[in-house]
Antibody, heavy 117, light 110 residues
Framework: QVQLVESGGGVVQPGRSLRLSCAAS????????MHWVRQAPGKGLEWVAV????????YYADSVKGRFTISRDNSKNTMYLQMNSLRAEDTAVYYC??????????WGQGTLVTVSS | QAGLTQPPSVSKGLRQTATLTCTGN????????AAWLQQHQGHPPKLLFY???NRPSGISERFSASRSGNTASLTITGLQPEDEADYYC???????????FGGGTKLTVL
């Protein structure tokens, strides 16, 4: 069965960096578009970034553009989110999701990122 | 960035029918359709529909979805206590090349 497992979250000071990982199993990872979506405590869902099946196309939300970088290693069935210059407003549960743009078929359990001094 | 508009809350009685709406524009809902997700407190979202009315396997037939112009709708019939959750619509904005979500509707089953 499809499984997505996020890792790498934690507490980080403003201005610092963090890298999240999403390990995929149960499907042919290299055939699917993948997304990062986040949810601040008590708030709604916010799309963060998307990467095409082969990594050739990447798009970002304005709120993270220039600070976050999405990437993938199809040989390791893993997607990443490099987050730099973190701000308090980046505090959220970060989910990886599989699916076409706008239609997220499968989700991980999420990893919590807390940006605080 | 463009966002989708959903009513913050809807309350209906047990076994009644609830219809949730999601309004976008011609660059997102109007030409890409919409997906619907259900999220229970403390859990990741779950896909109910994609591309307007395509239901993944395992989703109850009490759920149905449609679209008219720039507005998508999710209808839940025979409301049950387990339907109480947050519901989000989502799509892709082809003009901005970004994913977009609605703000979510909290459905309360009385």
């Amino acid at each position: 069965q499809v499984q997505l497992v996020e890792s790498g979250g934690g507490v980080v000071q403003p201005g610092r960096s963090l890298r999240l990982s999403c390990a995929a199993s149960g499907f042919t990872f290299s055939s699917y578009t993948m997304h990062w979506v986040r949810q601040a405590p008590g708030k709604g869902l916010e799309w963060v970034a998307v990467i095409s099946y082969d990594g050739s196309n990447k798009y970002y939300a304005d709120s993270v553009k220039g600070r976050f970088t999405i990437s993938r290693d199809n040989s390791k069935n893993t997607m990443y989110l490099q987050m730099n210059s973190l701000r308090a407003e980046d505090t959220a549960v970060y989910y990886c999701a599989r699916g076409p743009p706008g239609g997220y078929e499968h989700w991980g359990q999420g990893t919590l990122v807390t940006v605080s001094s | 960035q463009a966002g989708l508009t959903q009513p913050p809350s809807v309350s209906k009685g047990l076994r009644q029918t609830a219809t949730l709406t999601c309004t976008g524009n011609s660059n997102n809902v109007g030409n890409q359709g919409a997906a619907w997700l259900q999220q229970h407190q403390g859990h990741p979202p779950k896909l109910l529909f994609y591309r307007n009315n395509n239901r993944p396997s395992g989703i109850s037939e009490r759920f149905s979805a449609s679209r008219s112009g720039n507005t998508a709708s999710l209808t839940i019939t025979g409301l049950q206590p387990e339907d109480e959750a947050d519901y989000y619509c989502s799509t892709w904005d082809s003009s901005l090349s970004v994913g977009v979500f609605g703000g979510g509707t909290k459905l309360t089953v009385l």
